[in-house]
Nanobody
């Protein structure tokens, strides 16, 4: 399963970005997905997740600012990020796991993208 992220970049504090993740083909609806991020010197953390039934989960640090969504017809996962802060600066990764699991734990995901950098200044 190949996942490919896009949409990262540099933005000023208070700005917005939308990340996209092209997913695992025609079976995307069977997967649960998540966005993770890793800043230099820090552990990778799960910021948002959506299961195959559409339920969502967010880290407290991004609640009210980030929105995860998926389009099964396009096999694509999104992360809309608003009101960005310098502490949101990190490499962002999308991840997928087969089945309906609402989880943001690293160990629960078997498929990962290569990451896209988000820098907020």
């Amino acid at each position: 399963v190949q996942l490919v992220e896009s949409g990262g970049g540099s933005v000023q504090a208070g700005g917005s970005l939308r990340l996209s993740c092209a997913g695992p083909g025609y079976t995307a609806y069977q997967y649960s997905w998540a966005w993770f991020r890793q800043a230099p010197g820090k552990e990778r953390e799960g910021v948002a997740a959506v299961d195959s039934d559409g339920r969502t989960s967010y880290a407290d640090s991004v609640k009210g600012r980030f929105t995860i969504s998926k389009d099964n017809t396009k096999n694509t996962l999104y992360l809309q990020m608003n009101s960005l802060k310098p502490e949101d600066t990190a490499m962002y990764y999308c991840a997928a796991t087969l089945g309906s699991w609402l989880t943001r734990a690293n160990a629960d995901f078997g498929y990962w993208g290569q990451g896209t950098q988000v820098t907020v200044s």
